[in-house]
């Protein structure tokens, strides 16, 4: 389905060129302005700069610091709508916001009881393409060790070959346990299946799903996955239900050889419980992308991830929440945001709506 591949391409034909890092400020702008959209000043940095490219409505774009609150509460009184991962502000004069729209998927940042009622909250994904690529190469990586057998080669040592050993493994035959079957999940399956891998799923809300998936249930059966599992992709998004997920009972479920590759949030682990699973060698490994501690945005320098010395294990593959970060990414993100707001001026229903508006009448 064209959904789970990216989304509708409404005649857009992708993959599209990755943009250039040009500011919003510097795009064009049009000569009929209309509405008004606000863009925060610490995601003018090009991650947004093909939003104007996509957009057949009149729309005025000001880039606005939100750390400058009075600056900021005299935008919002006369903005229609704003992009945002985030909002913790409960401030009178964003009552006049009519659409927040996130440039991702996640919605662990936002106040939902600081957005005016009568504001549409909308999100968007695109980003499951670029993770399921790194869950399918991760596990290949984990299994053949190409860059482990480069090294070594390259220091003279023929360690690996046929001539000598020893073999490494295949993720043909292997079992994958995917939690949480949204878009990330599927696409991790529809990747995996080619690979000759037993795909089972576990979900809240479970559908058949025979193309991609071997099994697809609800979380009633989730210590079945535990136990079956070689790998485990966690994918569901952060709430209530999902943070603490995997704790000590369930890593005493899993399998003593099992890798668990967490590409959601980092707080749907359990940090402790997970350093001591992996340094106690009570699971295979880990493949993690998503972490504790971080630093500001633009900042490539910052705090170790953990509180703990994850980095100190030879049983973790570590990345710095890179997944999704491809050059396929912000064009097709770009364009979702854009969507909604043409959708928006010509007074259409929004898609991916997560809070629809209030009725006033209520």
Request: include cysteine; aromatic fraction near 8%.
């Amino acid at each position: 389905d064209s959904k789970s591949r990216g989304g509708n391409t409404m005649g857009v034909r992708f993959p599209l060129p990755a943009p250039a890092a040009m500011p919003i400020k510097s795009c064009p702008a049009l000569k009929r302005l209309a509405l008004r959209l606000l863009i925060k000043s610490i995601d003018d940095d090009g991650r947004l700069s093909l939003v104007p490219q996509f957009l057949d409505t009149a729309w005025e774009i000001e880039v606005v610091d939100t750390d400058d609150l009075a600056a900021f509460e005299r935008a919002l009184a006369h903005a229609d709508a704003m992009v945002s991962m985030s909002w913790k502000w409960s401030l009178p004069s964003a009552s006049r916001l009519r659409l927040l729209q996130l440039p991702g998927a996640g919605t662990d940042e936002i106040d939902f009881g600081c957005v005016p009622p009568a504001t549409v909250i909308c999100n968007c994904y695109e980003h499951e393409i670029g993770i399921a690529e790194y869950v399918l190469g991760a596990m290949l990586e984990w299994t053949i060790g190409t860059r482990r057998l480069d090294q070594q080669l390259r220091r003279g040592s023929w360690a690996g070959s046929y001539l000598c050993g020893p073999r490494h493994g295949e993720l043909f035959g292997k079992t994958l346990g995917i939690v949480g079957y949204g878009h990330i999940g599927r696409e991790v399956a529809r990747r995996a299946k080619p690979f000759g891998m037993r795909v089972i799923a576990c979900t809240r809300t479970p559908r058949p799903d025979t193309e991609f998936a071997d099994r697809v249930d609800g979380m009633e059966r989730f210590g079945d996955l535990l136990a079956e599992a070689d790998f485990i992709a966690v994918t569901p998004p952060l709430n209530d239900q999902t943070r603490g997920l995997f704790n000590p009972r369930t890593f005493a479920a899993m399998r003593r050889n099992a890798v668990i590759i967490n590409v959601a949030r980092g707080a749907i682990i359990d940090e402790l419980a997970l350093y001591h699973a992996l340094a106690e060698r009570r699971i295979g490994g880990a493949i993690i992308d998503v972490w504790y501690q971080y630093p500001p945005q633009g900042q490539p320098l910052g705090p170790r991830p953990s509180a703990h010395p994850f980095h100190e294990l030879d049983n973790v593959l570590m990345t710095p929440h890179a997944s999704a970060w491809t050059d396929g990414l912000l064009p097709r993100r770009n364009r979702a945001v854009a969507v909604n707001l043409n959708r928006l001026a010509r007074g259409e229903a929004l898609v991916n709506v997560v809070r629809a508006a209030a009725d006033p009448a209520s």
